[in-house]
């Protein structure tokens, strides 16, 4: 589905909501403040708002919109949207042997463990490989570093959708 900002523009609050969830992965608060930015003048001004709202939002609340994201590589798709099944399968996690689904389960597991929240990373911008040495990486960085880092990587991942959602 696309849609115009004029029409993005013209929804009725609940509306947008319902729109802008999807991308959010259905964590509709952060859409509710944006909306009150109407109107947009452009997708860049829309994405900038989001931009803004989400390095305003607490850590709870950035641990909110972590959590919200669905685990990589996760094995039931039903689990994930419909734009996870298509940015996980980008990357490569749709096809994983059984080794590499292994690693991730336990990488998912352990970062959930240390950090309390889920592991986020852009899977679009990322393979298999890269998001595996990252996992490792961050493993080791300090839980506020972790929410503002995964809070950005939901940033990266909301932008792109919303290019695709406006047209």
Not at 13 to 18: C, M, R, S, T, V
Not at 21 to 40: I, Y
Not at 46 to 71: C, G, Q, T, Y
Not at 113 to 127: D, H, K, P, S, W
Request: hydrophobic share 45%; with cysteine.
């Amino acid at each position: 589905m696309t849609m115009t900002l004029h029409t993005l523009n013209q929804l009725p609050e609940d509306q947008f909501l319902a729109t802008i969830g999807g991308p959010l992965e259905g964590e509709t608060w952060l859409a509710a403040r944006v909306v009150q930015h109407r109107p947009f003048v452009s997708r860049d001004a829309l994405i900038e708002a989001f931009r803004r709202e989400i390095d305003a939002a607490s850590a709870d609340e950035k641990v909110k919109l972590l959590n919200s994201h669905p685990e990589l590589a996760a094995k039931v798709d039903h689990e994930l949207s419909a734009m996870s099944q298509s940015e996980q399968a980008a990357a490569g996690l749709k096809h994983l042997t059984e080794d590499e689904y292994a690693e991730f389960k336990t990488q998912n597991a352990a970062y959930r463990q240390r950090f309390g929240f889920g592991f986020v990373i852009c899977a679009r911008e990322n393979t298999k490989h890269t998001i595996l040495a990252a996992f490792r990486e961050r493993l080791d960085h300090p839980r506020e570093q972790e929410i503002a880092l995964g809070a950005y990587e939901v940033f990266k991942i909301l932008r792109l959708r919303l290019i695709d959602l406006i047209v």
